[in-house]
């Protein structure tokens, strides 16, 4: 019997590979120059570095927010009491402040350990933050009158957050407004200096689309980034696009991108975790034959993976994140005709009807699942009726459901407030990527249990 599945096993793959080499479906995406760098040298700046170079002065800091568990990166001097996702920094004129770091969206707590790399999936801009436009303007008051240079330090980045920040909330919390908070800061800047302007130079429209956080190891197999793909040319300089949020100009810009080759060499080094649990390896075995016949020639099989872009027609997800590029193209252009697009590593967007069928390295871990997170486990990733339509998780007390591989959840009235995911709201929909609809519960048991094993 063990002979019978390994041949079959063979066949399915061999049969794998010609579809893949011969999609029928789905464009390729050619691959690009990257910088290479030292992931050591990485490490220290993506944690401790000031590619923000302006936030809240660390003595007021310290008394608004809460001290937070500082233990998960065990870092020395200012940062010891600080959360991993905030960094201290010294502003140009050499006063301390504290700023956002990538770990914001980029890191998450999971199960008492900090996972760098895993999307936070906790994250709240329902509008309940505490740094809004009236406490920002309160606090640019106060500064103004107590103490000028901690003002000068802070000024940047006080007046990004009364500018954009209300125009960033989500309707549930879990979801991020990157593409919106990339949108608002490129109106708002000009794309040849970086140099701000109070008053948006494009514009705006009124819908904030949600994403679920990819992770940050699954880019070293991905020619594009981002879910349609369209992140071209260096990685590198996507990656240090939050730059913008306090930049002054674009030479200190050119400073920043000048640290990224060495945080990209450190991402390339992130491994998805193992799934912690035993697994049925008979099972697997099974699933690992439904995975070649039904999905690797999409999603790929270990370093096999084949950057194929999804139209729309064949996958079927929600379409408001792919399509409000198309019907926003003066981002696009701004981006193609900035700094970004310049120099020896340029980057580009290339907009796509669709989007990418990504690698599935550490699947179990990345619920919810989709890339508006509408859907709360792999298992009903896997089965359409079961995705709920209005659902919630415990956000101070989460909980990992092991057998359907994601997050435990109820089903809940969607008027209950911000905690409850709405899929019918536009750009919050669970509906598409009905391939597992076909098989059977056995068969959905067993590809389940291989999901595990990536």
Known sequence: MKKIIFLLTIVCFSFSRFVYNNPGEGTYIQPSPQRSGDPAVGYHYLLNGDYLKSGIPFNYFRMVFAKKNSSYLQRDSLNRDIGYEYT??????????????????????????????????TVDFTGGEKLDPRTATMTENLLRKTDPKEYEAAEPFLKVVKAISAQLHTQTRGVNPADRLAGLLAAHRDPQTFIWNDKPMMEIPDQVIPSDVPAWWLMKRKHGIFYNGFGRGDFGRFLMASNLLTVNDTSESA?????????????????????????????????GVIYLQHCVKCHGNGDDYPNLLIPEETIGTDSFLYKSNYQNPQFVNWFNNSWFAKGDHPARLEPFNGYIAPPLDGIWITAPYFHNGSVPTLEAVLNSRLRPAHWTRDFDNLEYDYKKVGWKYQEADPSQGSGIYNTELPGYGNYGHYFGDQLSDHERSALLEYLKTL
């Not at 945080?263 to 390896?281: C, D, M, N, W």
């Open 88 to 121: 201290a920094v010294k502003a140009g004129n050499g006063e301390i402040v504290v700023a956002p770091n990538c770990l914001q969206c980029h890191a998450q707590v999971f199960e008492n350990k900090l996972i760098i790399g895993l999307g936070n999936s």
């Open 255 to 287: 400073e920043v991108d000048r640290h990224f080759n060495d945080v990209l060499a450190y991402l390339r080094t992130l491994e998805a975790p193992k799934y912690p649990y035993p697994i049925s390896h008979l099972l697997a075995r099974q699933g």
